[in-house]
C-alpha cells in the first residue's frame, strides 16, 4: 500500500452552524485516496465520487494505485464500486455526472490503451449501478472510450 504523509484524504460535512463533521477518512488502500473533486449525491442521501489514488496498486502497476469510484452510504459505510486498472483508466480527476438511470459518467487523465502518451492517454467512462445494489464489485458494467492525444488549443478559436 502507498504511504501519504499528509493522509489519503476526508468527506465531511459542513453544517449550517460551522461544525466539520467528518463522513469518512480514506486510507489509500483498496478504498482508494486523494478525492479531489466534487461529489454527487442521490434521492436516498448517498454520496458517489471519486479517488485519483488508491485501489490495487498491483493490478495497475503504479505505487500510489489507479484510483476508485466510491459510494459513501448516509450511514458512513464506503463501497467501492469500480477499481481503476490501467487498462480501463487511472487518476479520475473529476466528480461524476449521473443520468436519471442512475448510470455515472467521468473521465481519468491516464491509463487507457493510447500509445502515443506515456502512461496512457485516458479514458471516458460509463458506470452502470444497478437500482438493486447491494454491494460486490462483479455486480457491475464498465464500459471506457479510449482518448487519443489531441493538439491542444489555445485563445479563442
Known amino acids: 500500500m502507498a504511504q501519504f504523509i499528509d493522509g489519503c484524504g476526508t468527506v465531511f460535512q459542513l453544517d449550517p452552524s ?7 477518512n480514506f486510507t489509500g488502500g483498496s478504498d482508494g485516496g486523494n ?3 466534487a461529489l454527487n449525491i442521490d434521492a436516498a442521501g448517498n454520496l ?7 485501489g490495487a496498486p498491483e493490478s495497475c502497476n503504479r505505487p500510489a494505485g489507479c484510483g476508485t469510484v466510491f459510494q459513501l452510504y448516509t450511514s458512513g459505510t464506503l463501497n467501492v464500486l469500480h477499481i481503476f486498472t490501467g487498462s480501463d483508466g487511472a487518476y479520475p480527476p473529476a ?19 493510447g500509445t502515443s502518451c506515456v502512461q496512457g492517454c485516458g479514458t471516458v ?6 437500482a438493486s445494489f447491494t ?6 458494467t464498465m464500459i ?12 479563442r478559436q
Open 18 to 24: 460551522r461544525t466539520l463533521n467528518v463522513l469518512y
Open 35 to 37: 478525492p479531489d473533486a
Open 48 to 54: 458517489y465520487g471519486t479517488t485519483q489514488n488508491g
Open 95 to 113: 466528480g461524476l455526472l449521473a443520468d436519471a438511470a442512475g448510470n455515472l459518467y467521468g473521465t481519468t487523465y491516464g491509463g487507457g490503451t
Open 125 to 130: 467512462f460509463e458506470l452502470t449501478v444497478p
Open 135 to 140: 454491494g460486490g464489485q462483479a455486480t457491475r
Open 144 to 155: 471506457t472510450k479510449q482518448l487519443g492525444q489531441g493538439v491542444p488549443r489555445m485563445g
